[in-house]
């Protein structure tokens, strides 16, 4: 039978609507429990008309159940608007799955002290956590309790980062050699054989090897292949400092004018802002991420492209693959789960932008 229009409603909103409990609309639906019949024929009729579905979401809510998980991080102040898109995600799985039981703790430490991590994931498995999404930067510091969480039978997901040797549930990100191999694209497509290419690293992510590690492999490993032939200039590793970086980036600009740019992690702003003073001319100018210091630069094509990952989605998806896992006991189909790379132009930048 049709529903005359009217939306589907949740559990609780069926149940305002009767004047009854969660609990014994669950039970009539269930047929359970003690329940008058005139209450029946009102829900059964309540359910004809709302064309209402029992469903997973519907038991959890009738039977106040609660899934913890964990998400133990860091953060950097350098890089804020990366651990704003992560929580960004999170909270936007809160709100799809609040109402099915899903409760996030969070723990975030400095990027530099990874001890503190450590001890954040001591408290948690303390306090009876079983279930944890897991995001390190030096992760042979952070590696043997996440073993010892996964040994003794903890769920364990790994975020952004797949740490060699560790067998968790699955992981979530970016492919980051592919990402590397996509920046050896975008050169391919932006830029002319023969132009002088420089790399921009800041030293803040030398031992970086999960990510910038990967992005140069996929990138010099595409370079043996181009159907171009480019100079590359020696790689500038600038200070992790940031007004020394700044510095730093506008002296090798301007002494080495290079004419094509790609920043693998640094300070894209402040690149862009050189080459904007400088006259923008054919240089090209390609990084990755997006954020609100660098929209403008993308928009009046000063950036001609950057690589864009979707951390929002990158976090809401690990959520909700522990969620569906802990609730449901669906199974991660995929090892890794790898999120697509976006391409950002000016054309296109509006659309990223709010996300």
């Known amino acids: 039978m049709a529903n005359n229009g009217k ?37 059964y009729k309540a359910l004809e008309i709302y064309n209402f579905r029992m469903n997973n979401h519907a038991r959890n809510l009738a039977m106040n159940q609660e899934y913890k998980i964990a998400f133990v991080g860091f953060y950097s102040t350098r890089f804020g608007y990366f651990f704003d898109e992560i929580q960004a995600g999170i909270e936007r799985a809160v709100e799809a799955y609040e109402d099915d039981g899903l409760h996030i703790i969070t723990r975030y430490s400095d990027r530099e002290d990874p001890g503190q991590q450590v001890q954040d994931l001591v408290e948690l498995e303390e306090k ?119 510095n730093e980036i506008r002296n090798v600009l301007e002494e080495r004018k290079p004419d094509v740019i790609l920043d693998f992690v640094c300070n894209l702003q402040e690149a862009a802002e050189c080459v904007k003073e400088n006259g923008k001319g054919d240089t090209v100018l390609l990084g990755y991420d997006i954020y609100p210091e660098v929209v403008p630069y993308i928009k009046d094509s000063t950036i001609d492209a950057v690589i864009y990952q979707d951390l929002p989605s990158q976090s809401f998806k690990a959520v909700e693959l522990m969620f569906e896992y802990i609730c449901y006991r669906k199974k991660a189909g995929e090892e890794d789960y790898y999120l697509p790379l976006n391409v950002v132009f000016a054309t296109n930048c509006e659309y990223f932008e709010n996300l």
């Not at 009854?20 to 005139?38: C, D, F, P, Q």
Request: hydrophobic share 35%; proline share 4%; glycine share 6%.
């Open 7 to 43: 939306k589907r409603m949740t559990l609780n909103q069926l149940a305002k609507e009767l004047q009854v409990s969660r609990t014994t609309l669950y039970n009539i639906m269930h047929e359970k429990g003690a329940y008058s019949e005139e209450t029946k024929k009102r829900v």
């Open 128 to 246: 009876g956590i079983e279930n944890y999404i897991i995001f390190c930067y030096h992760y042979e510091s952070v590696s043997p309790q996440i073993e010892h969480l996964i040994n003794t039978g903890k769920n364990v997901i790994l975020f952004s980062r797949r740490i060699p040797g560790l067998h968790p549930f699955c992981s979530v990100g970016c492919n980051d050699y592919l990402s590397g191999k996509l920046m050896m694209e975008l050169l391919e497509k932006f830029a002319r054989s023969g132009d002088r290419v420089q790399l921009l690293i800041s030293e803040h992510n030398h031992r970086d090897k999960l990510v910038v590690g990967e992005r140069l492999k996929g990138f010099y490993d595409a370079l043996k292949n181009s159907r171009k032939n480019f100079e590359l200039l020696e790689p500038a590793w600038t200070s992790p400092v940031p007004e020394v970086e700044k």
